[in-house]
Nanobody, 113 residues
Framework: QVQLVESGGGLVQAGGSLRLSCAAS????????MGWYRQAPGKQRELVAT???????NYGDSVKGRFTISRDNAKNTVYLQMNSLKPEDTAVYYC???????WGQGTQVTVSS
């Protein structure tokens, strides 16, 4: 069955970095636009970044210049490198596979001031 397993979340101080990973199984990874989204308490889920099968990328305005999305099609994995983290980046981060309209279970990122 389809599985998207996120990892790499945690607690970090403002200005720090984290790298999230999303390992996919049960899908044809290479045909998917893969995405990272996030949801903070009391807020709607929002786009963080997407990457097409050919590695074209798109970012939400609030993370441009700080976050980088990448993918390794051989490993069926998508990554999110997050630098210069801010307290407002605190949220549950979700991985998404477009073709299957499937979400991972999420990983918590907490940035302390």
């Amino acid at each position: 069955q389809v599985q998207l397993v996120e990892s790499g979340g945690g607690l970090v101080q403002a200005g720090g970095s984290l790298r999230l990973s999303c390992a996919a199984s049960g899908i044809v990874f290479g045909i998917n636009v893969m995405g990272w989204y996030r949801q903070a308490p009391g807020k709607q889920r929002e786009l963080v970044a997407t990457i097409t099968p050919s590695s074209s990328t798109n970012y939400g305005d609030s993370v441009k210049g700080r976050f980088t999305i990448s993918r390794d099609n051989a490993k069926n994995t998508v990554y999110l490198q997050m630098n210069s983290l801010k307290p407002e980046d605190t949220a549950v981060y979700y991985c998404h596979a477009s073709y299957y309209a499937y979400w991972g279970q999420g990983t918590q990122v907490t940035v302390s001031s």
